[in-house]
């Protein structure tokens, strides 16, 4: 069983910077691929981003898409999302999720994809 949990959520103007961290413990970290996903109120979830198995390939939610930057830290068990470039409606609470997947460079986007969920994390943007 895997333990996720995202931190690094807030308020921020519109222009600025969020990095958010997304901490696992249990299983096998480098053997998982790893996804955020975000949810305004009155909203589905949605993709944001995904990280493979070793970093070396993501894959971005077009709306997100030159302003966001996902990385992992194996050693560290640990996700980010490098959020630059922040509009009012990335305003959302961001979940990190994760699935143990045997191919390398794969990067899931739906929801249905991913077997462990983090409690979420709050973004903020303000005009």
């Known amino acids: 069983q895997v333990q996720l949990v995202e931190s690094g959520g807030g308020l921020v103007q519109a222009g600025g910077s969020l990095r958010l961290s997304c901490a696992a413990s249990?299983?096998?970290?480098?053997?998982?691929?790893l996804g955020w996903f975000r949810q305004a109120p009155g909203k589905e979830r949605e993709f944001v981003a995904a990280?493979?198995?070793?970093?070396?390939?993501?894959d971005f939610a077009d709306s997100v898409k030159g302003r966001f930057i996902a990385s992992r830290e194996n050693a560290k068990n640990t996700v980010y999302l490098q959020m630059n470039s922040l509009k009012p409606e990335d305003t959302a609470v961001y979940f990190c999720?994760?699935?143990?997947?045997?191919?390398?460079?794969?990067?899931?986007?739906?929801?249905?994809?991913?077997?462990?969920w983090g409690q979420g994390t709050q973004v903020t943007v303000s005009t």
């Open positions: 999720a994760a699935r143990a997947i045997g191919r390398l460079f794969y990067t899931p986007r739906l929801t249905t994809e991913y077997a462990y």
């Open positions: 990280v493979s198995r070793g970093g070396s390939h993501t």
């Open positions: 249990g299983g096998s970290f480098s053997s998982y691929a």
